[in-house]
């Protein structure tokens, strides 16, 4: 089959590999009629996030026709139509159980990476480094999904891929993100980062009960986009001197209610400490540039909420100190979409969302590195590609 294959920093290409089997028999194979790029993508393609091999497939943000089915598979059978969330789950261990899908015990084969670095291990994930498991990913014409019973969503008749493709990751994302916020009548949610997973956020605290909204980014489509389609306040952090000025301003002093990181460790931004986050990442001296969070940190009211859906490894210039004597709450978590999947479907077939708009750009699975770089670069618009083969 064909797949887009990691070979080096800012070096994809589209091979011919070996079609994925089965395995256990608990797994599916799916023909994949769609999958998208993701900003966390970008992190390992930068080389900033360590453990990728040459020749890995990568995509993680997937949907497709269930081809194949171990003996032991229930749930779902040949012929079906799924979309699956970004990380594997076993649906059997304590996490799983608490409902905490990101952080599976039993699919990470490799938990020495994380272990060193994290503490303990968490899930597996589709095409997205061996430090969380080293699988396969979904930028190819077939996928192998492990523990399919638990990891496969059926999509209901009339809907099309581009409204169901981003329920796999931006959009349970997104709405952990805002589920995370513990939103009250009358909030106010500030969201930094107007990519997809940001829109989804907004998006979701609006269907959670938010009263304002407001985007933080520096791209005028993206933020057009997020007043378009989502109702959003903007501010646009390159033409003012303080975005946690400018929000105070929006929020008669208060600052918003909760703030939403959805932009991690390549955050881009201005002054000194960007300067100085810049210079000690292109010295490998530590792998994040902070802007949004301190930002948001800054930003939130006292006794707020600071939600972090953006991807983090080691940053030295962080104000613990402020989440301390502010009485923030911080919450943290990679998605757990088998949690929000089947109710983000729901809002879906009500015509509550519809996550179509984020799809800008569509390739063939061949073109996908074209896809890549134009969605790397912002150019032309671009808040996600979507591949088909």
């Given at each position: ?109 490799k938990p020495e990476y994380q272990q060193v670095a994290f503490g303990h291990p968490t899930a597996g994930i589709y095409g997205y480094t061996h430090a969380f498991g080293g699988y396969a990913g979904a930028h190819a014409q077939y ?247």
């Amino acid at each position: 089959m064909r797949a887009l294959c990691w070979n080096g920093v800012n070096d994809l290409r589209v091979e011919t590999v070996p079609d994925p089997e089965i395995v256990n028999p608990h797994d599916a194979i799916l023909r994949v009629t769609m999958s998208a790029t993701c900003g966390s993508d970008l992190h390992f393609i930068d080389g900033y996030i360590p453990t990728m091999q040459e020749g890995d497939i990568i995509g993680h943000e997937f949907m497709g026709e269930v081809v194949d089915i171990g003996r032991d598979v229930r749930k779902v059978k040949k012929g079906d139509r799924v979309v699956v969330p970004s990380f594997i789950v076993c649906g059997n261990c304590w996490y799983c159980e608490h409902q905490l899908w990101s952080l599976c015990d039993n699919t990470n084969p490799k938990p020495e990476y994380q272990q060193v670095a994290f503490g303990h291990p968490t899930a597996g994930i589709y095409g997205y480094t061996h430090a969380f498991g080293g699988y396969a990913g979904a930028h190819a014409q077939y996928v192998r999904v492990p523990h399919a019973d638990h990891d496969c969503f059926l999509v209901p008749e009339g809907l099309r891929d581009e409204q169901v493709i981003f329920l796999s990751d931006a959009a349970p994302t997104g709405y952990m993100g805002a589920d995370f916020c513990d939103i009250q009548p009358g909030a106010t949610i500030a969201v930094w980062g107007a990519g997809g997973v940001g829109m989804m956020a907004m998006r979701s605290a609006y269907l959670m009960g938010a009263e304002r909204v407001i985007a933080v980014d520096r791209f005028p489509e993206r933020l057009s986009m997020a007043q378009r389609f989502v109702g959003a306040e903007t501010v646009d952090y390159s033409q003012t001197e303080s975005v946690v000025d400018a929000l105070r301003e929006m929020t008669g002093g208060r600052g918003p209610d909760a703030c939403i990181d959805a932009v991690g460790m390549e955050a881009h931004g201005t002054g000194p400490g960007y300067a100085y986050d810049r210079a000690k990442q292109a010295l490998h001296l530590h792998s994040d540039r902070g802007q949004a969070i301190r930002e948001a940190i800054l930003a939130c009211r006292k006794g707020g909420t600071l939600s972090v859906l953006g991807v983090y490894g080691l940053m030295d210039t962080f104000p613990l100190g402020a989440i301390m004597n502010k009485g923030l709450t911080l919450r943290a978590a990679q998605q757990h979409g088998q949690k929000y999947v089947p109710r983000l479907l729901e809002h879906v077939v009500k015509g509550e969302l519809d996550p179509s708009f984020l799809a800008t750009h569509h390739f063939s699975l061949e073109d996908s590195p074209k896809g890549y770089e134009l969605f790397k670069k912002k150019e032309d618009g671009c808040v996600r590609a979507v591949f088909t083969s």
